[in-house]
């Protein structure tokens, strides 16, 4: 599935209850585990020890946890509690039918893939050292929201601006629709305009970043 090197494979199943006993959650979230889940394969591990690269600055290792499901929807607290328990960063491949996901969090963002073949899921291991593996696979598995290059945390935050415009958008379009006064309708297009002006100058601005 994932083609690192085999110098990083670990291929070690990874109890669930080992997660919500240790862990403090709701019996709504233990219920996701059981009922969501059936199985946790810890597959690689991504450090200085198992590659020929350094570790970053901020990054020391990188874990894949496979999650191999009973639905093709996944409770994303799990995600979060997973990730809350293990102290590294963790890319998250859910497995379902015969197709294959990545998730990784991002400065406290859930970023997301489209669902693939098992047979064509990959993830590209670029990068100098850790920090820059790390960043990448954001860049890869976020589906461009995140550009191609620079800080990542900054490319975050930008994005995060970007989906409250587009939400504060959408919601303004949909009010200019039902309005009925004409010249309250006048002032929720002028609003309209200046966020779409707002958009897309942030749009033009990421461009030259990247």
Not at 112 to 123: A, H, I, M, R, S
Not at 135 to 152: F, K, T, V, W, Y
Request: one cysteine or more.
């Amino acid at each position: 599935m994932v083609n690192f090197p085999a110098s990083t494979i670990v291929d070690r199943r990874v109890p669930k209850q080992s997660f919500y006993d240790n862990i403090s959650i709701s019996p709504g979230l233990k219920r996701a585990f059981v009922d969501q889940i059936s199985l946790i394969i810890w597959r690689n591990k991504l450090a200085e020890s198992t590659l020929t690269i350094s570790a970053g600055k901020d990054i020391h290792e990188i874990q894949i946890f496979e999650l191999q499901l009973r639905q093709k929807e996944l409770d994303r607290r799990v995600l979060t509690a997973i990730a809350g328990a293990i102290p590294y960063k963790i890319v998250f491949v859910l497995v379902f039918d015969g197709q294959a996901q990545a998730w990784m969090e991002v400065c406290g963002t859930f970023y997301f893939g489209d669902w693939q073949p098992l047979e064509g899921f990959t993830l590209k291991l670029e990068g100098l050292n850790l920090d820059m593996v790390y960043a990448n696979m954001a860049r890869q598995i976020s589906g461009g929201r995140l550009g191609s290059e620079g800080d990542i945390a900054g490319a975050v935050e930008r994005d995060k601006r970007r989906q409250k415009l587009e939400r504060a958008i959408v919601a303004l379009e949909k009010k200019v629709v039902g309005e009925r006064q004409f010249n309250r309708q006048m002032e929720l297009n002028r609003d309209l305009k200046c966020l779409k002006a707002e958009m897309e100058e942030q749009n033009e601005q990421n461009h030259k970043e990247i």
